[in-house]
Each structure stands twice: as C-alpha cells, then as structure tokens.
Nanobody, 128 residues
Framework: QVQLVESGGGLVQAGGSLRLSCAASGRTFSSYTMGWFRQGPGKERDFVAAISWSGRFTTYADSVKGRFTISRDNAKNTVYLQMNSLKPEDTAVYYC?????????????????????WGQGTQVTVSS
C-alpha cells in the first residue's frame, strides 16, 4: 500500500514557476513508476509527466515539454514537478500517481486507469 500527499500548489502569475512535491509512504516507493496528471475545470484528467523507478527515464506531455521537469529522490520517498514558464492554461488540480509496473516504455504510462495509487491533488492557478 502506498499513500501519496501532494504539496506546493498555489497562485502564480503567468511566466512564473512552482515546484510541486509528492511525498509517498511505503517501503517500495523506489520500485514504482511515478506520474503527474492534471485536471482543469470541466476537463478530463490528463497526463503531464512520468518517471521510472530509477529516475533514469522520463516522459512528458507535448504541452509541457521544455517547461516542466519531473524528478525523484528515492531516499526521501518524494517525486517533484518543477514547473517553469507557467501559462494560464496550466491552471488545474495536479495529482501524483504511482504504479508498481515499469510503465515508461509502454503507451500505458499516460493512462489514468493504469495507476494504482493517487494523491488528493494540489491546486495550481496561473493568472494572466
């Protein structure tokens, strides 16, 4: 069982930066694929980024590529999402997700239903 708690959301002006954190409980965190998803008002939950258990492999949605960076610290059981050059369209609730399978080399990595564990979400609002 893995519990995930996100933090770091808030209100920021367009062009600004935020760093989200996701703290995980459980001894097997270091073996999990970790992902970030987001859900804007009236929209479906969409894939943002994911990272392999080792941190060696990452993948991003086209909409955030070059602006967002996902990373992890297995010693701290934490995954991060550094968000730069934020845009109003990045406004959403951001969710952290975990799955014990190695998803980075599969198309399933972007699929919400594949991930076994989810956090409660943190709100990010970008003003224009």
């Amino acid at each position: 069982q893995v519990q995930l708690v996100e933090s770091g959301g808030g209100l920021v002006q367009a062009g600004g930066s935020l760093r989200l954190s996701c703290a995980a409980s459980g001894r097997t965190f270091s073996s999990y694929t970790m992902g970030w998803f987001r859900q804007g008002p009236g929209k479906e939950r969409d894939f943002v980024a994911a990272i392999s258990w080792s941190g060696r492999f990452t993948t991003y949605a086209d909409s955030v590529k070059g602006r967002f960076t996902i990373s992890r610290d297995n010693a701290k059981n934490t995954v991060y999402l550094q968000m730069n050059s934020l845009k109003p369209e990045d406004t959403a609730v951001y969710y952290c997700a975990a799955d014990p399978e190695d998803l980075l080399h599969t198309k399933l990595v972007v699929t919400t239903t594949v991930y076994d564990y989810w956090g409660q979400g943190t709100q990010v609002t970008v003003s224009s």
